[in-house]
Each structure stands twice: as structure tokens, then as C-alpha cells.
């Protein structure tokens, strides 16, 4: 499977971005997906995740009502809606399967400034 996160960029506090990605590979339609980010001196973490079906499972604590994870399945791709983003919210953000894939992609910078 290949993985191509893309949509990251530079935004005030209280700006938004969407991130998309794009995942290889016919097992897509059946995985629940997920994003993850890492900030900097930080383990990843799961931010988001939605099952196969299109469901919203999981936000972390963090990032509750101010993102939305979503997915389109005919594309093979998921995405995520940032709203009111905040300079924690500073990390390369990567998707991957829940349970994850071995593999990662480069992931997408998101830098938040105050």
C-alpha cells in the first residue's frame, strides 16, 4: 500500500486547513483509516478515525469539535477538516490504517502560528 498525505501548509490560530489522502491498493474500502500526527519531541498519536462504513470513531480529546475526519471510498482517499486550529495542533500529520499498515507515507507539515 502507498500512503500520499497532502494539504498541510501555514495558518494563523483560528484558521483551518483539509488535509487529504490517498491510499493505494484494494484493501482500502475495508479498513477503518485513520490520520495520526507527530509533533516535534512527541510520539505519534491518533488524532482521528473512521470506520470503512464512513463513521466517525475516535477524536482525540484535543481535537474534538474542531475537526472532521471523512472518507470517499470510490477515491481511495480520506480527509480531515481543521477548524480553529491553535499553535499545539503543530505536527506532520500522516494517515494509515486502524490497525496500522507497516507502511507510512512522508506525511504533511501543518504549522500553526500564534
Known amino acids: 500500500v502507498q500512503l500520499v498525505e497532502s494539504g498541510g501548509g501555514l495558518v494563523q490560530a483560528g484558521g483551518s486547513l483539509g488535509l487529504s489522502c490517498v491510499a493505494s491498493?484494494?484493501?482500502?474500502?475495508?479498513?477503518?483509516m485513520g490520520w495520526y500526527r507527530q509533533a516535534p519531541g512527541k510520539q505519534r498519536e491518533l488524532v482521528a478515525a473512521?470506520?470503512?462504513?464512513?463513521?466517525?470513531?475516535h477524536y482525540a480529546d484535543s481535537v474534538k469539535g474542531r475537526f472532521t475526519i471523512s472518507r470517499d471510498n470510490a477515491k481511495n482517499t480520506i480527509y480531515l477538516q481543521m477548524n480553529s486550529l491553535k499553535p499545539e495542533d503543530t505536527a506532520v500529520y500522516y494517515c494509515?490504517?486502524?490497525?496500522?499498515?507497516?507502511?507510512w507515507g512522508q506525511g504533511t507539515q501543518v504549522t500553526v502560528s500564534s
Open positions: 473512521i470506520t470503512r462504513g464512513g463513521s466517525a470513531i
Open positions: 491498493g484494494s484493501t482500502f474500502s475495508i479498513k477503518a
Open positions: 494509515n490504517a486502524v490497525p496500522k499498515w507497516s507502511t
